[in-house]
T-cell receptor, first 111, second 114 residues
Framework: EAQVTQNPRYLITVTGKKLTVTCSQN?????MSWYRQDPGLGLRQIYY???????DKGDVPEGYKVSRKEKRNFPLILESPSPNQTSLYFC??????????FGSGTRLTVV | QKEVEQNSGPLSVPEGAIASLNCTYS??????FFWYRQYSGKSPELIMS????GDKEDGRFTAQLNKASQYVSLLIRDSQPSDSATYLC??????????????FGDGTTLTVKP
């Protein structure tokens, strides 16, 4: 089944404790992207990758890191999470010119 | 001005009626547009893609694109309670002024009342 797999689905962590949210797609898509969704603010892009080893900042990249060493994986790293990074996170992938396939989401709470 | 603006909601229609969702965009370079449906607490799901001016129909859904007016719409005919969701409009991430960056509208929440 064609899908984007995110893990974990839910995560509660403490301020400053490094964490990684994994994202993997099995559709051989070139493009991958991370978003956060907050009430009243909609979907905002954090980072995106046009292909392997090519990443760039979206609208809200502060406090996040990404890497794209393989085509299928695009992990999101929070080196030192803070409470303002509490949010619902989505990973998405797309073939060039097509719409996105989203992962199921990761609900992150930083206390 | 926001890059993508959607008609403010929430929108409420009776079952069986036509729901009309609208979206305007500011980047004239954008070529293709996508509509996503997001149920509460779930991830967005692609429901319609439109790549050229005019109408595109898929079952009860019709997407309309007018590049001259920078306007995209989604019509849902014979609305069903299961259509109750938030609908997001987004241009293609590749063919825009900042290739790769993607922007979504804030979404219009639709409620279909039985």
């Amino acid at each position: 089944e064609a899908q984007v797999t995110q893990n974990p689905r839910y995560l509660i962590t403490v301020t400053g404790k490094k964490l990684t949210v994994t994202c993997s797609q099995n559709m051989n898509h070139e493009y991958m992207s991370w978003y956060r969704q907050d009430p009243g603010l909609g979907l905002r892009q954090i980072y995106y990758s046009m292909n392997v080893e090519v990443t760039d900042k979206g609208d809200v990249p502060e406090g996040y890191k990404v890497s794209r060493k393989e085509k299928r994986n695009f992990p999101l790293i929070l080196e030192s999470p803070s409470p303002n990074q509490t949010s619902l996170y989505f990973c998405a992938s797309a073939r060039t010119g097509d719409g996105y396939t989203f992962g199921s989401g990761t609900r992150l709470t930083v206390v | 001005q926001k890059e993508v603006e959607q008609n403010s909601g929430p929108l409420s229609v009776p079952e069986g009626a036509i729901a009309s969702l609208n979206c305007t965009y500011s980047d004239r370079v954008s070529q293709s547009f996508f509509w996503y449906r997001q149920y509460s607490g779930k991830s967005p799901e692609l429901i319609m893609s439109i790549y050229s001016n005019g109408d595109k129909e898929d079952g009860r859904f019709t997407a309309q694109l007018n590049k001259a007016s920078q306007y995209v719409s989604l019509l849902i005919r014979d609305s069903q309670p299961s259509d109750s969701a938030t609908y997001l409009c987004a241009p293609d991430h590749l063919y825009n002024t900042n290739a790769g960056k993607s922007t979504f509208g804030d979404g219009t929440t639709l409620t279909v009342k039985p």
